[in-house]
């Protein structure tokens, strides 16, 4: 039973690591494609944006990390 406990534990931990990297992942992608948006915008101005020009709804990312992080501790 104390052996079971332990494996669990640890893979607990090592789930919650790597969920935790991921995160860190995240965070730097949705960095990435904010800038990558704003150029896009930059250039596409003079035509109304990107939204106009691509002739589409528009989406923007919600970061969930703040979530992720509470909900792991």
């Known amino acids: 039973l104390v052996r079971i406990s332990a494996v669990v ?4 931990n090592e789930t919650s690591d790597a969920i935790i990297a991921l ?3 995240d965070s730097e992608i ?10 896009l915008d930059m250039s596409l101005v003079s035509q ?19 979530r992720i992080s509470t909900d792991l501790n």
């Open 30 to 39: 949705a960095k990435i494609a904010i800038q990558n948006r704003v150029a």
């Open 48 to 66: 109304g944006g990107e939204c106009t020009v691509i002739n589409t709804i528009c989406y923007v990312y919600i970061d969930q990390s703040g």
């Open 9 to 12: 534990e640890h893979t607990g």
């Open 23 to 25: 995160e860190e992942e």
